[in-house]
């Protein structure tokens, strides 16, 4: 019923049944030059991220250590100097208001980002890998209950429940673990949706039968004989669940409902610089060029890496 | 296809249904007190027991739902003793916090969501449907690869940046224009207009994205079908090609997905309208999301689902009136 319909759709599918074939896929996003833009763009923005505490103390700065005496009080707290009071010692200046140190915030704020966006999009695939094979395979009665379940997944609006979500979570888990494992709650409709529709496919194939035949358990059955051929679509779905990923933490963040202070993160920078913007552009200019570029990154790798996959896509939904 | 529409009609109430009562048993059986949550922070002993006491929550939560549901249809009173708080149908909750029924708070706000939404949509579509198309019909050329990386920019860029570079650029570098402050239309028509261009603009970059995406694919697709390449053939003009097949193929998906992307837009407008401060019902959102005022949560969150679901089953049916293709099975 209902949102499955809408497979009639064009492009409501987010990749055509191709199977994955590892090293041609390489080969081809090798070859393709944005994607490997972008890979090397989020390559670098990892090991930015994994190398904070580093590149900070290399700094000499902490990310949560106010520096009041940096601050045009007269102004209403904006940094002395210009460019945001960008020094020797405070390499991208400091933070209006506070005085924080924002190199150490914003390579800190990567580690948010990116642990946020990987985080929500593996734990979306096992959640909804998992669902989808216990639909696909569980059977008429497991089918019947659990597509049910997937369209109503689907029926949210992602966003805004997970924007409603975090009004009610408890308030003592670590923010960035809550803002992944909401993000999942509201986004695994689609990779249950693809792995259900891709097993039930799968199901009347040859060699899954002679699996069956030769008394293989069905765990093993789903394992070795269907989730291969789940690869090519779900790597596909990834690569783009996380730059969306990514932009729902900053967008939950910008609202006041994602990442709270102390812990930085860029979506709340860009949250404080609105109020800033006017005295202080290189506070909008910071946080924002760095995800803006960590974002176009992702979704060159994700555009790339479904070109590599199916080159036959024209690049539509 | 009378059956048709029923059985859609039909499934899609039973969806909603779910949904509300997911919503509701989300919400009211979470962790905390929901008491605590819908009175607010700083609420004392005495009006916390009342909070509980109009909201029925000794009650069993089948029964809290059902009142729920009886308050969306004929209205409910939410009373402790003497003191009594009406909300009249269709009521989504009252909000103790403000002391005022949610859909009255919705629909205090819907004009400024409603002036965002109609403004931006009146930008992108014909930004977005000429792009798409230009893209298409310029396949494999410069303009095609420029076309492709603009939308690509609309896609990875969140509303709030784009917001706030022309926050930058147009009111405090160039200063063509005031800081925005909402001005409802019927005060003064050109004030509102020029208050809300940024916004408008904002949002429309981020939907005419989207617009170009499905309408180039349409377009595509139609352009290399067999029936295309014939008139061609026999003759026909280009400007008669794009207008009766390029366009028309296009306009199917486009009727479609843009109904299937309404949450995604919600989301754009909720973010657009907090980063303009404009008062709309997406700025609610998140003002009671970070005050916790759980009845305006519920209550928009239900709503919310609803206009997807609303969407999608009209997307549904539009496609079904039509591509004769589609099987009514």
């Known amino acids: 019923m209902t949102l499955l319909d809408t497979e009639l759709a064009p492009g409501a599918e987010p990749a055509r049944k191709v199977p994955l074939r590892g090293r041609q896929t390489w080969r081809r996003l090798r070859a393709d030059r944005p994607a490997m833009a972008g890979l090397a763009i989020v390559a670098s923005m990892i090991v930015v991220a994994l190398a904070a505490p580093l590149l900070c103390a290399l700094e000499g700065q902490d990310p949560t250590t106010f520096h009041s005496g940096l601050l045009d009080s007269a102004r209403g707290g904006v940094p002395h100097g210009a460019f945001g009071g960008m020094s020797g010692d405070h390499w991208l200046g400091v933070e209006p208001g506070t005085g924080r140190d924002v190199f150490a915030r914003v390579v800190h704020g990567a580690r948010v980002s990116l642990a946020v966006a990987l985080g929500a999009t593996v734990l979306e695939l096992l959640v909804g890998i998992a669902i989808g094979l216990g639909a696909g395979l569980g059977g008429r009665r497991a089918d019947a209950v659990l597509s049910r379940l997937i369209e109503l997944s689907l029926a949210f609006p992602p966003f805004l429940l997970a924007l409603a979500l975090m009004a009610i979570v408890p308030q003592s888990v670590p923010r960035p673990l809550l803002l992944a494992c909401v993000l999942t709650a509201v986004n695994w409709g689609s990779v249950a949706r693809v792995t259900r529709n891709q097993a039930m496919a799968l199901r009347g194939r040859d060699h899954v039968a002679a699996a069956r035949l030769s008394g293989a358990r069905p765990a093993r059955i789903a394992v070795r004989e269907i989730l291969p051929g789940l690869a090519a679509p779900l790597l596909v779905l990834a690569a783009l669940k996380v730059p969306a990923n990514m932009i729902s933490e900053a967008g939950l963040s910008f609202l006041g409902a994602g990442v709270r202070p102390p812990t930085p993160s860029w979506g709340q920078m860009l949250s404080t610089a609105t109020t800033w913007f006017r005295t202080d552009p290189a506070y909008v200019i910071i946080p924002g060029a760095l995800l803006f570029t960590t974002l176009l990154a992702c979704t060159l790798l994700a555009d790339g890496v479904r070109r590599a996959v199916d080159p036959r896509w024209n690049g539509r939904s | ?329």
């Open chain 2, 1 to 329: 296809m009378i059956w048709y529409l029923l059985r859609r009609l039909a499934a899609a109430a039973v969806v909603l249904l779910a949904l509300s009562a997911i919503v509701y048993a989300l919400f009211y059986l979470s962790p905390g007190d929901p008491a605590v949550l819908a009175c607010g922070r700083g609420c004392d002993g005495e009006r916390l027991a009342l909070t509980r006491e109009k909201l029925g929550l000794d009650d069993p939560v089948h029964l809290q739902y059902w009142h729920f549901l009886e308050g969306l249809v004929a209205g409910r009173d939410y009373s402790a003793g003497p003191d009594v708080d009406h909300c009249a149908a269709p009521c989504l909750g009252y909000s103790f916090q403000t002391d005022q029924p949610v859909t009255t708070m919705l629909l205090d706000r819907l004009p400024v969501s409603a002036s965002l939404a109609a403004g931006a949509a009146a930008l992108a579509l014909p930004l977005g449907v000429s792009a798409g198309l230009l893209s298409a019909l310029r396949r494999g050329r410069l303009t095609e690869r420029v076309m492709t990386g603009v939308t690509l920019l609309g896609f990875a860029t969140p509303v709030f940046l784009i917001g706030l570079v022309l926050l930058m650029v147009f009111c405090a570098y160039l200063q063509w224009l005031p800081f925005p402050a909402y001005v409802p239309l019927t005060e003064s028509p050109a004030r509102w207009a020029q208050n809300l261009v940024l916004p408008w603009v904002a949002l429309a970059l981020i939907q005419a994205a989207v617009y170009a995406r499905i309408t180039r694919a349409g377009a595509l697709e139609t352009l290399v079908e067999d029936h295309v390449r014939t008139f061609r053939a026999y003759g026909l003009r280009e400007r008669q090609v794009i207008r009766r097949h390029a366009l028309r193929g296009a306009l199917i998906p486009l009727i479609t997905l843009t109904a299937l992307e309404v949450a995604q837009v919600m989301t754009a407008a909720v973010l657009t309208e907090t980063m303009f401060g404009l008062p709309g019902i997406g700025k609610l959102t998140v003002e009671s999301v970070n005050s916790v005022d759980l009845p305006v949560v519920v209550g928009v969150t239900v709503l919310a689902g609803t206009v997807v679901v609303v969407a999608n089953t009209v997307a549904d049916l539009l496609h079904a009136a039509a591509d004769p293709r589609v099987k009514l099975a």
